[in-house]
């Protein structure tokens, strides 16, 4: 099993669409991170967290920590949200990193 | 600009041949990170500095792998004798310090035939 599970690993939308992505851990960690990875392979660190929820524009990313689980939601969902979405948690070193959830919006 | 940049971008090498990446991190960033990422999957640890100082490697980097950050600053990643499943992006990421947010490179994609 691994440390970091995302799921959906896919996921479509439409346009205007609520999106939810869900990361599961099991390592103790100090922060859990989402990242968005377009198409070439550039990373974009999008949220930083250890506890509760923040904001950014159209996303939002809660962690529990008792539960070790973590969501990413994306409001009225656009085409160029279109990306892999990873979730990554780390102590105070390194990184461990989920397999990503590649999100499609179509107009 | 001042994030993080890696260099070449692409790289096709024959097998058993010599490569070496380059990462810039921002600067005043003391921390610097090299990850691994095959297709279709999440990036892996590979090792870490904290200023010139290697701290930790991966399992996954053997022998054949080798990474200095002589000065504190930039740091080289170099593959001997390339092999088939060496072919992946590698990624460079620097931090402030421990436990901020780390700033990706573009990545360096590495083709071995």
């Known amino acids: 099993k691994n440390e970091v599970e995302q799921s959906p690993q896919n996921l479509t939308a439409q346009e205007g669409e609520f999106i939810t992505i869900n990361c599961s851990y099991s390592v103790g960690i100090s922060a859990l991170h989402w990242l968005q990875q377009h198409p070439g392979g550039g990373i974009v660190s999008l949220f930083m967290l250890s506890s509760g929820k923040k904001k950014h524009g159209r996303l939002i990313a809660t962690i529990n920590i008792q539960e070790k689980h973590s969501s990413l939601h994306i409001t009225a ?28 919006v179509f107009p | ?15 058993g041949q010599n490569v070496t990446f380059r990462c810039d991190p921002i600067s005043e960033h003391n ?83």
């Not at chain 2, 600009?1 to 097998?15: A, E, F, L, N, Y």
């Not at chain 2, 090299?34 to 022998?63: H, I, V």
């Not at chain 2, 002589?70 to 001997?80: H, R, V």
């Not at chain 2, 499943?85 to 083709?111: E, K, V, W």
């Open chain 2, 31 to 113: 921390r610097l990170y090299w990850y691994r990422q095959t297709l279709g999957q999440g990036p892996e640890f590979l090792t870490y500095f904290q200023n010139e100082a290697q701290l930790e490697k991966s399992r996954l980097l053997s022998d054949r792998f080798s990474a200095e950050r002589p000065k504190g600053s930039f740091s080289t990643l170099e593959i001997q004798r390339t092999e088939q499943g060496d072919s992946a992006m590698y990624l460079c990421a620097s931090s402030l310090g421990r436990a901020d947010t780390q700033y990706f490179g573009p990545g360096t994609r590495l083709t071995v035939l």
């Open chain 1, 77 to 104: 969902s656009h085409p160029r949200d279109s990306a892999v979405y990873i979730c990554a948690v780390g102590g105070t070193d390194k990184l461990i990193f989920g397999t990503g959830t590649r999100l499609q």
């Open chain 2, 1 to 15: 600009d001042t994030g993080v940049s890696q260099d070449p971008r692409h790289k096709i090498t024959k097998r």
